[in-house]
């Protein structure tokens, strides 16, 4: 039987310092039926070269140049010029374990899944690594239960896992007929991977889950998501319309991603005091989010929240913005001195 062959879509700009690491990483799978399709997004330094050198040394390596559009659009682009059965999504400054493919493939014929997710490590500059990831067995989910997948992509109160499910696809490997969207651009709805994988995993079939830990995630503290910028607020409150429309043809359900919109404010006052946000423009910024429209609409069970959660619902519900601030400073604070 011939194996399948697998598209990996690298979406590439800026990162020249890691991109070899990445491609080496694909070009060196023992799965050998690949083929890597590199976008270049408008990069501006080196990465284009790199590009072309990886393109000579591997006739497996696809290279597109396109003008910059972000991650997703790259992605989008990667996606219209596949021709394998089951497609990958690599991060041009991460890289994989090099039989990451074939055990994925595996699984997928094993199971006869659409998707297969697995664990990841996350390494640092200091060159420690930590594993990460959902499950720690063999899951096989079907029917409904997939859509118990979707659910818990965007609600962190779930039987399946004990927070929000990992929503890279980084982690995934899709039968390329269960692919049944576009990927929104990540400058629109701030996460370009939640809605994408949220759509394949509310109409396929089979969704498996391996303990493997088979992707190295880069923690890159120059990351657009390590900086603190109050516009992805709104980028995530377009995230949640769009994803409670989703869910609401398909299920029904017009309020399901609400308790995303609660997660990612956590999110926007964990980054005021982790990163780069000036202490003296916390106070307006707090204010600004306790009054967001979006609040008066969304409708969250409080019964399942912890006890810090509620208390930053209760702030943002009574539109305290004093109060919301204490609470985060006193948090931040205590951290400084106790950061486990």
């Given at each position: 039987m011939k194996e399948p062959k697998v598209s990996v879509i690298?979406?590439?700009?800026?990162?020249?310092?890691?991109?070899?690491?990445?491609?080496?990483?694909?070009?060196?799978?023992?799965?050998?039926?690949?083929?890597?399709?590199?976008?270049?997004?408008?990069?501006?330094?080196d990465s284009p070269v790199i590009c072309e050198q990886w393109r000579e040394r591997d006739s497996r390596i696809k290279l597109i140049h396109k003008q910059n559009a972000g991650l997703g659009e790259a992605r989008n682009t990667g996606l219209e010029h596949v021709t394998g059965e089951y497609v990958g999504f690599v991060d041009s400054d991460d890289y994989v374990d090099r039989t990451m493919y074939e055990k994925m493939v595996a699984a997928a014929l094993k199971y006869d899944a659409d998707v297969v997710q697995c664990n990841y490590n996350q390494f640092f500059c200091d060159g420690s690594v930590k594993k990460k990831g959902d499950f720690d067995k063999v899951r096989v989910f079907t029917g409904d239960e997939?859509?118990?997948?979707?659910?818990?992509?965007?609600?962190?109160?779930?039987?399946?896992?004990?927070?929000?499910?990992?929503?890279?696809?980084?982690?995934?490997?899709?039968?390329?007929?269960?692919?049944?969207?576009?990927?929104?651009?990540?400058?629109?709805?701030?996460?370009?991977?939640?809605?994408?994988?949220?759509?394949?995993?509310?109409?396929?079939?089979?969704?498996?889950?391996?303990?493997?830990?088979?992707?190295?995630?880069?923690?890159?503290?120059?990351?657009?998501?390590?900086?603190?910028?109050?516009?992805?607020?709104?980028?995530?409150?377009n995230l949640t319309d769009r994803l409670n429309t989703m869910f609401g043809v398909t299920t029904g359900n017009h309020h399901q991603a609400d308790f995303l919109m609660l997660y990612m404010a956590i999110v926007i006052v964990r980054?005021?005091?982790?990163?780069?946000?000036?202490?003296?423009?916390?106070?307006?910024?707090?204010?600004?989010?306790?009054?967001?429209?979006?609040?008066?609409?969304?409708?969250?069970?409080?019964?399942?929240?912890?006890?810090?959660?509620?208390?930053?619902?209760y702030c943002i519900r009574t539109r305290n913005h004093r109060l919301l601030q204490l609470v985060a400073s006193l948090y931040y604070s205590v951290r400084k001195f106790f950061p486990s």
């Open positions: 690298v979406p590439v700009y800026n990162v020249a310092p890691y991109l070899s690491e990445c491609l080496e990483s694909l070009v060196n799978q023992t799965y050998r039926n690949l083929e890597i399709i590199v976008v270049n997004d408008g990069s501006t330094d997939c859509r118990s997948l979707a659910n818990a992509l965007v609600n962190g109160h779930n039987g399946l896992t004990t927070g929000l499910l990992h929503a890279a696809v980084w982690v995934c490997l899709f039968r390329r007929d269960a692919i049944n969207c576009r990927y929104i651009s990540e400058r629109i709805v701030g996460s370009e991977d939640i809605p994408f994988k949220a759509s394949v995993f509310l109409k396929c079939r089979k969704v498996v889950f391996i303990p493997d830990h088979l992707c190295f995630y880069r923690y890159n503290d120059t990351s657009l998501t390590r900086v603190f910028r109050y516009d992805l607020f709104t980028r995530y409150i980054y005021m005091y982790l990163f780069n946000c000036p202490s003296n423009l916390r106070p307006g910024y707090f204010k600004q989010l306790v009054n967001e429209d979006v609040w008066g609409r969304l409708k969250i069970d409080t019964a399942p929240l912890g006890k810090g959660e509620k208390l930053i619902y």
